[in-house]
């Protein structure tokens, strides 16, 4: 089924779970029912020697396989909306005239129609092209009660079948004002809610600002270096924390993250408070903000660490890297320092956090190699298995 609304009804070309999408894959689906009607009554009416009404079918199947075969390379929703419009506005003012096989056929196209004018044209232009409409429908029965003249039907059920059009165009005029209208107000919801979380993250950025302001002027009243250390790192971790509500104020996204943005932010701050060289290669992937966060303590503590332990006098590198391998993701943070034993039980705070923070994300899993400097490889998946 998805291959089919992406591909055969071109759902593809458009966002996902969007509105042009949904118009996009309703125009082709129109396209391709009403041209399998068309060809089954074509034949019929070839067969039958009703040649007018024939070549009235063929015309029209020929227009909607054109629109079919250009859209959306050459023309957009809305163009091909009134291509098929135009076309059937044609044939059913053509069934209502020219005899064909099945007469009755007019009364689907009737049944039809005000319901493409109003879902692709919207309510405005709807009324405008149903009211136009309603006056070409009007014209066939007038015409016909004044001249004699008899086309398909007597010009009294051709009154009917007018009559039947303008109900049920009005009809679809209300739900569609009242769908249009919720939408509206929906919109101006979402809007709101989003200004309101935009305004959160920018107040709970602000608050730790303050938050982290006040350690740093604590620490700088405590001289033992050990309890000194412990301020620098929880205010390290906070600006972490920090910068996910920055990226989260400043992009348009109040629930997504841009990674690359994210992480390569918290890897400045700390090239700030190093001499040794930092390397990012992170790939621009949008990612949920609650892995987002959790990812951004886990790159913070295990830099941090490596700051602080990896070397000794000499100078060295942390390369990091975050690409998507398949349905899965891969954050690997290494160092060239000196390692250390794997095998032994360390009581470090930044190891716990950095394999308690990694067992939160999707079906995740984590190797720590500790020879020839230590590298650290987070594998998870993209979302949790439903």
């Given at each position: 089924?998805?291959?089919?609304?992406?591909e055969?009804?071109?759902?593809?070309?458009?966002i996902?779970?969007?509105r042009?999408?949904?118009?996009?894959?309703m125009?082709n689906?129109?396209?391709?029912?009403g041209?399998?009607?068309?060809?089954l009554?074509?034949?019929?009416?070839?067969v039958q020697?009703?040649?007018?009404?024939l070549?009235?079918e063929l015309?029209i199947?020929?227009?909607?396989m054109?629109a079919?075969l250009?859209?959306?390379?050459y023309?957009?929703?809305?163009h091909t909306?009134?291509?098929?419009?135009g076309?059937l506005?044609?044939?059913l003012?053509?069934?209502?005239i020219?005899?064909d096989q099945d007469?009755?056929?007019?009364?689907?196209?009737l049944?039809?129609?005000?319901?493409f004018?109003f879902?692709?044209?919207?309510?405005?232009k709807?009324?405008r092209w149903?009211?136009?409409?309603?006056?070409?429908?009007?014209?066939?029965?007038?015409f016909?009660?004044?001249?004699?003249?008899?086309f398909?039907?007597e010009?009294?059920?051709l009154?009917?079948?007018?009559?039947?059009y303008?109900v049920?165009s009005?009809?679809l005029?209300?739900?569609?004002?009242?769908?249009?209208s919720y939408e509206?107000?929906?919109?101006?919801?979402?809007?709101?809610?989003k200004?309101?979380?935009?305004?959160?993250?920018?107040?709970?950025?602000?608050n730790m600002?303050?938050?982290?302001?006040?350690?740093e002027?604590?620490?700088f009243k405590?001289d033992?270096?050990k309890y000194?250390?412990?301020?620098e790192?929880?205010v390290?971790r906070?600006?972490?924390?920090?910068?996910?509500?920055?990226?989260l104020?400043?992009?348009?996204?109040y629930?997504?993250?841009?990674?690359?943005?994210?992480?390569?932010e918290?890897?400045?701050?700390?090239?700030?408070?190093t001499?040794h060289?930092?390397n990012t290669?992170?790939?621009?992937i949008?990612?949920?903000?609650?892995?987002?966060?959790?990812?951004g303590l886990i790159?913070?503590?295990a830099?941090?660490?490596?700051?602080?332990h990896?070397f000794d006098?000499?100078?060295g590198?942390?390369?990091?890297?975050?690409?998507q391998?398949?349905?899965?993701?891969n954050?690997?943070i290494?160092?060239?320092?000196?390692g250390y034993?794997t095998?032994?039980i360390y009581?470090?705070?930044g190891?716990?956090?950095?394999?308690d923070l990694?067992?939160?994300?999707?079906?995740s899993?984590?190797?720590?190699?500790?020879?020839?400097?230590?590298k650290?490889?987070?594998f998870?998946?993209q979302?949790?298995?439903?």
């Open positions: 089924m998805n291959f089919f609304e992406a055969i009804l071109k759902g593809k070309y458009f996902p779970k969007s042009d999408r949904l118009r996009a894959t125009v689906l129109f396209i391709l029912i041209a399998f009607v068309l060809l009554y074509a034949y019929e009416n070839l020697g009703y040649y007018v009404m070549i009235v015309f199947l020929m227009i909607l054109v079919y250009i859209f959306p390379y023309i957009d929703v809305n909306s009134y291509m098929i419009l076309a506005t044609f044939l003012s053509m069934s209502l020219v005899p007469p009755e056929l007019s009364l689907f196209w049944a039809s129609l005000p319901i004018v879902f692709f044209l919207g309510v405005e709807g009324i149903s009211t136009n409409m309603f006056v070409v429908l009007l014209f066939i029965p007038l016909s009660y004044i001249t004699g003249v008899k398909v039907y010009w009294e059920l009154s009917q079948i007018v009559l039947g303008l049920v009005y009809m005029y209300v739900i569609e004002s009242e769908r249009s509206e107000r929906l919109n101006v919801a979402l809007e709101e809610n200004i309101l979380f935009k305004e959160v993250h920018h107040r709970t950025k602000n600002q303050v938050v982290m302001s006040l350690l002027s604590q620490s405590i033992d270096p000194k250390k412990m301020f790192t929880h390290d906070l600006k972490a924390m920090s910068l996910m509500h920055k990226n104020y400043s992009n348009h996204s629930e997504e993250v841009d990674i690359q943005e994210y992480l390569e918290i890897a400045q701050s700390l090239q700030t408070y001499e060289t930092i290669d992170i790939d621009p949008i990612i949920d903000m609650k892995i987002a966060m959790n990812l790159f913070n503590e830099v941090t660490n490596s700051i602080e990896a006098d000499e100078m590198n942390i390369d990091i890297s975050f690409k391998v398949g349905e899965r993701y954050l690997c290494e160092d060239n320092g000196k034993d095998s032994k009581k470090s705070l190891l716990t956090l950095i394999k990694s067992a939160t994300l999707p079906n899993t984590i190797s720590i190699e500790g020879q020839e400097g230590v650290i490889k987070i998870f998946d979302e949790e298995d439903v």
